[in-house]
């Protein structure tokens, strides 16, 4: 009765983000109440074994009681305060410097967010101000990659390289050139083996820094491995290949961490695991295990100096929220690290990673299964209609949402991207969970292979 007259309300009442609103309206909501390791519990008392990590995002799990601790102690200490015009507290600090200590080296400053989009924008304001401030007001574009996911306003909007949210929200509204999408299956020509892949994307990139005029062209932001857009790990020497373009043609270079950080690839962070020094690190998520909202960027000496001297001169660096370091979320932030830490959960990632990919190539074979990537506690499978020449379904995603809707039939979360399945279970998942993520997934694609037949 409870759980009708929620899904009544909501039907009512709510604009969900990122769902099929008419759809919703007759399917109604899935309405989740309670969390307990790497396991949620619906309205209704289905449990489901959460294999997508909330939204890509709870390291820790959903019954944290040490967060619960630091964010209540945080809120009877101080709830709330701001670090406008000089103010600071404790939480934030020594997140500030936590983060400074755990990033590689060279990223010596963070500012704080609420949300990764607005981190990304944040960057792209950071940026522009710096090269005002260094008298190029010309160096303002952004190099991106299609199928890239940066958020969703409307600068890191125009970053994300997703068609369709470009066309219906008349996006980019920022200047940005989206490569081709790093992703070998999908984007290498016939034949093209990975190296030549890789050789090809270098040289498009150079070629568009060339055409356009390095003198045009600030930053290169991209995700370490390409995760919302369908967990694409990048070909091998990609990263350092574009790190050498960036740094021959004085282009910053933003490493977009708001997935790959604080361990999900079994390295600590995506560029450690891939092998580049950013100038800038976006990272959200899993700072806080996502029970309080945050984000923070993460960014050289050389771009503070090149603010903090502008701003001496003009005044003030006008740009900042009302949350911005929140103490409650930096309080909880603060914990989650300590726990990721003393809990060694990025060396559990790296083994229940390794379990995890070695169980998901099993369906390498599977009829359904065009192709099983990932890396770490991420991976995802590729739904296609004819293995042999890679041909999709019609429409695409069609298949993907069918597989979605089984999953939670059999009590398990994942994520459909188009077709392809999204795994990204919490980094506390126990062999076990492993395991049973795996057996779960076999019989998903089973199902979905008999439907898809039938
Ligand atoms: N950047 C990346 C790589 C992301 O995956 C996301 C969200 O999934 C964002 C940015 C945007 O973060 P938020 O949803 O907190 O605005």
């Known amino acids: 009765k409870l759980s009708n007259s929620l899904g009544a309300a909501d039907i009512a009442t709510a604009l969900h983000p990122y769902t099929n ?6 399917a109604g909501p899935m309405v989740m109440r309670r969390g307990d390791g790497v396991r949620v519990e619906d309205a209704q008392g289905k ?25 209540r102690r945080q809120m009877e200490a101080l709830p709330y305060y701001h670090s406008f015009a000089h103010k600071a ?26 949300s990764g989009s607005e981190a990304n924008d944040t960057v792209v304001k950071m940026v522009w101000y710096m090269n005002n401030a260094l008298g190029r007001p010309e160096k303002k574009k952004f190099l991106a990659r299609t199928k890239g996911y940066h958020g969703i306003t409307v600068a890191s909007g125009s970053l994300t390289g997703l068609p369709a949210n470009h066309r ?35 040289a498009e990139a150079e070629e568009v820094i060339e055409r356009e005029g390095p003198e045009t062209i600030a930053a290169f932001i991209g995700e370490p491995l390409m995760a919302a857009g369908g967990v694409m790990p990048p070909p091998e020497g990609y990263w350092p290949g574009i790190e050498a373009l960036c740094r021959k043609h004085d282009i910053l270079l933003v490493s977009d961490e708001v997935i790959c ?22 990272t959200s998520k899993q700072l806080t295990s996502s029970y309080m909202p945050l984000a923070a960027v993460i960014f050289s000496e050389k771009i503070y100096d090149a603010i903090a001297d502008n701003s001496a001169k003009i005044g003030t660096f006008g740009h900042g929220f009302t949350g911005s370091g929140h103490p409650v979320a930096t309080a909880v932030g603060l914990e989650n690290l300590a726990i990721i830490e003393e809990r060694d959960l990025m060396g559990n990632a790296a083994r229940m990673g390794a379990r995890l990919q070695e169980g998901l190539r099993r369906f390498a074979g599977h009829e359904l299964v065009g192709e099983v990537r990932g890396t770490g506690l991420i991976a995802g499978l590729e739904l296609v209609r004819d293995k042999a020449t890679r041909e999709s379904f019609d429409p695409v995603g069609k298949v993907g949402t069918l597989a979605f809707e089984i999953a939670h039939e059999e009590g398990m979360v994942i994520r459909n991207v188009g ?27 089973d199902r979905t292979l008999e439907k898809v037949k039938a």
């Open 21 to 26: 609103a008419r759809r919703h309206e007759e």
């Open 47 to 71: 449990t489901y074994i959460e294999a997508l990590a909330g939204l890509w995002s709870v390291a820790v799990g959903f019954s944290e009681p040490r967060l619960v601790e630091a964010a």
């Open 89 to 114: 507290h404790e939480p934030a600090i020594r997140l500030g410097e936590k983060l400074v200590e755990m990033t590689p080296e060279g990223l010596d400053r963070v500012f704080f967010t609420n």
């Open 168 to 202: 219906d929200f008349d996006l980019p509204v920022i200047p940005v050139t989206h490569l081709t999408c790093p992703h070998h299956y999908r984007f290498g020509r016939d034949g093209e083996s990975e190296a030549d892949f890789t050789a090809r994307l270098l």
């Open 261 to 282: 950080g604080f361990g999900r690839l079994g390295s600590p962070f995506g560029c450690t695991h891939y092998g580049f020094t950013p100038d800038i690190m976006v």
């Open 419 to 445: 077709d392809t399945l999204a795994l990204c279970p919490p980094l506390i998942v126990t062999e076990a969970d492993v395991d049973e993520i795996v057996a779960r997934m076999g019989r998903i694609l």
